[in-house]
T-cell receptor
């Protein structure tokens, strides 16, 4: 089974921020938190990853709790193209994806 | 930037045929994976490999087999295709390391068995 839990679905309005949560209470000290997203009819693509500190890149931001048992992927301004299933997994040892969070973006 | 390729993109085949789904990567990655995914459903790990001559079965019971004779190539074979094998098959790879290595996915093969 996947080592992470995420809500099944979330909705957002276009151009508003979206906060996608992930719980990983059994995370080990060496696990990295990775986020991927899967657009319709495509394979998953990398979004962002982090170990302890918050991370920013051109796609998103990753906020990691101080105890590392949860994290939040932040899309600062959701667009219609961000509608996808978002997965968080722990690397390097976790190769199993859960159901992820299906994000719907409303115009 | 993702140098991982799957062929064919779509395959429609009759029951009982032997098929091989190809997956190749040019990044020199040691780790490679096969996932199976039905529409709107979870990704299920069916096979993985940590290097040449290393293959393991994943969680989902699968009648497919894999081989890893070369680092860059990780084909999946179905000896006798059945309608229950109709699904999307996704290949992925990553470098070995401490956990910061990204997973790269191919575009997938959509298999339909009639």
């Amino acid at each position: 089974d996947a080592k992470t839990t995420q809500p099944n679905s979330m909705e957002s309005n276009e151009e508003e921020p979206v906060h996608l949560p992930c719980n990983h209470s059994t995370i080990s000290g060496t696990d990295y938190i990775h986020w991927y997203r899967q657009l319709p009819s495509q394979g998953p693509e990398y979004v962002i990853h982090g170990l302890t500190s918050n991370v920013n890149n051109r796609m998103a931001s990753l906020a990691i709790a101080e105890d590392r048992k949860s994290s939040t992927l932040i899309l600062h301004r959701a667009t219609l193209r961000d509608a996808a299933v978002y997965y968080c997994i722990l690397r390097p040892n976790d190769m199993r994806f859960g159901a992820g969070t299906r994000l719907t973006v409303k115009p | 930037e993702a140098d991982i390729y799957q062929t064919p993109r779509y395959l429609v085949i009759g029951t009982g045929k032997k098929i091989t789904l190809e997956c190749s990567q040019t990044m020199g990655h040691d780790k490679m994976y096969w996932y199976q995914q039905d529409p709107g459903m979870e990704l299920h790990l069916i096979h993985y490999s940590y290097g040449v001559n290393s293959t393991e079965k994943g969680d989902l019971s699968s009648e497919s087999t894999v081989s890893r004779i070369r680092t860059e190539h990780f084909p999946l074979t179905l000896e006798s295709a059945r309608p229950s094998h109709t699904s999307q098959y996704l290949c992925a790879s990553s470098a070995s390391g401490g956990g910061s290595e990204k997973l790269f996915f191919g575009s997938g093969t959509q298999l339909s068995v009639l």
